[in-house]
């Protein structure tokens, strides 16, 4: 047996650690991209792995593996991954309005020199 720490979900069947790791490493991938990037549309790309990396932890919390209630139908991740879903096109449609006016007064995307949108 390997030393690593999650070396053991290897050998196991796929269940819900599976799923909560993917969604971990998706959210983390996605701060980082927000944190390093300066391109307004890298920084939305990096909104968008947060919000599907939490849609998919949403989807495995809602999972029959998790749940011991067998009388509902488990459709509580779905919902709320599905808010998530309509919340991010609303966010990305906004967001890509306004990329599009800074370029056109900027010829830039670099959001380094957005300082005028400050409040």
Known sequence: MSSLPLAH???????????MLVGAVMFVCGALCMA?????????????????????????????YLRNDANTLGLDGQLMSLFVIVLAAA??????????N??????SVDVDRAEQLQG
């Open 9 to 19: 979900l290897l050998n196991e069947p796929v269940g819900v650690a599976h799923f």
């Open 102 to 107: 800074f370029y056109n007064n900027h010829d």
């Open 91 to 100: 966010e990305a449609a906004v967001a890509l309005a306004i990329v599009l």
């Open 36 to 64: 390093t990037k300066r391109n307004a549309l890298g920084v939305l790309m990096g909104i968008e792995l947060v919000l599907n990396g939490a849609n998919i932890n949403f989807i495995a919390f809602g999972s029959k």
